[in-house]
């Protein structure tokens, strides 16, 4: 497991919100502590959950209040990641522990996910409070979310039989567990190149195999390319109808990506990220485009000739 720890390259120069900081690092250290005592920690750990999120909910709090007093200009966004993080991720991962009955797969992912947040937000966000980094700001409305999850939940329900709740709306690149991942990109009316990002945990990739009927395979590591391509293509024809993409080449073992290399794909900055949570796994859905030049109409004839 990749558990982040306390560092001094986290802290802002705000007392107040460096020593909580801490602090909550702290609490994950603990947390991790109880889970290696599996005959004693689901009930100390149900009550270290509800101390975290107790705790975190004072700080964000505390936090909002410093901003509120130096009239910080991105409150209202820094306030929205913070109720965004309260109100889908922090709910839908503690749905998970419980639907799990607190496994110590369940309790890895739910630390890792919270603390790879943490420290993505302070580096980024909180960091943005003292003028040392620009706060990243959505550049997509909205009200594409509930389109997303719509045609996230139908393919859910095609291809792996279950449905999908979304867990977060600002993904930050957090460990999902062992999964599967794939890049593809298009081309869009308008001169717009449009790259979509995904990512499967294994036992909802399992599901989807074992739903298509097309393979054997009953264990993860045995997951072969080409049994993720039988999942990845209708998930991609799915979800790059949205944006009335046109896909240029077939997806190939060219377009699989190792963690390390989707996580060095994900830095490159995409607009919308979002992480959806179901009984079996998490989904990864990613987008960002841009426009390019078009080609001189002289100069594109002669290609075509």
């Given at each position: 497991?990749?558990?982040?720890?306390?560092?001094?390259?986290?802290?802002?120069?705000?007392e107040v919100v460096d020593k909580a900081h801490a602090k909550l690092f702290r609490i994950f250290k603990k947390l991790m502590e109880i889970s290696k005592a599996p005959d004693i920690y689901q009930h100390t750990y149900q009550e270290g959950i509800k101390y975290l999120e107790t705790y975190t909910m004072t700080h964000f709090s505390e936090e909002e209040a410093y901003m509120r007093s130096i009239r910080y200009k991105g409150y209202a966004e820094h306030k929205r990641i913070h109720?965004?993080?309260?109100?889908?991720?922090?709910v839908s991962l503690k749905k998970d522990l419980n639907l799990s009955g607190f496994s110590p797969t369940a309790v890895q992912r739910f630390v890792e996910v919270i603390s790879n947040w943490l420290a993505e937000h302070i580096m980024r966000e909180d960091q943005a409070i003292v003028g040392r980094t620009v706060a990243r700001r959505n550049q997509y409305p909205s009200s594409l979310i509930p389109i997303i999850s719509r045609a996230v939940n139908r393919s859910m329900a095609e291809i792996f039989q279950t449905e999908a709740k979304l867990a977060s709306a600002e993904y930050k690149g957090q460990n999902i567990g062992t999964g599967r991942y794939c890049l593809q990109s298009y081309s869009v009316e308008g001169n717009i190149?449009?790259?979509?990002?995904?990512?499967?945990?294994?036992?909802?990739?399992?599901?989807?195999?074992?739903?298509?009927?097309?393979?054997r395979t009953t264990q993860a590591d045995k997951i072969t390319s080409e049994d993720s391509l039988k999942v990845f293509v209708p998930l991609f024809q799915n979800m790059s109808s949205l944006f009335?993409?046109?896909?240029?080449?077939?997806?190939?073992?060219?377009?699989?990506?190792?963690?390390?290399?989707?996580?060095?794909?994900?830095?490159?900055?995409?607009?919308?990220?979002?992480?959806?949570?179901?009984?079996?796994?998490?989904?990864?859905?990613?987008?960002r485009s841009w426009r390019v030049k078009a080609k001189p109409a002289a100069k594109a004839a002669d290609e075509k000739s």
């Open positions: 497991m990749e558990q982040i720890v306390w560092d001094e390259k986290f802290n802002i120069g705000v109720d965004n993080f309260r109100d889908k991720t922090l190149r449009l790259q979509l990002l995904m990512g499967v945990e294994n036992p909802l990739m399992l599901r989807g195999l074992k739903g298509m009927s097309r393979t009335r993409a046109v896909e240029e080449e077939p997806l190939g073992k060219d377009n699989l990506l190792d963690k390390d290399q989707f996580r060095s794909e994900f830095m490159k900055g995409y607009t919308c990220c979002l992480l959806f949570g179901t009984k079996i796994g998490y989904f990864i859905f990613c987008y």
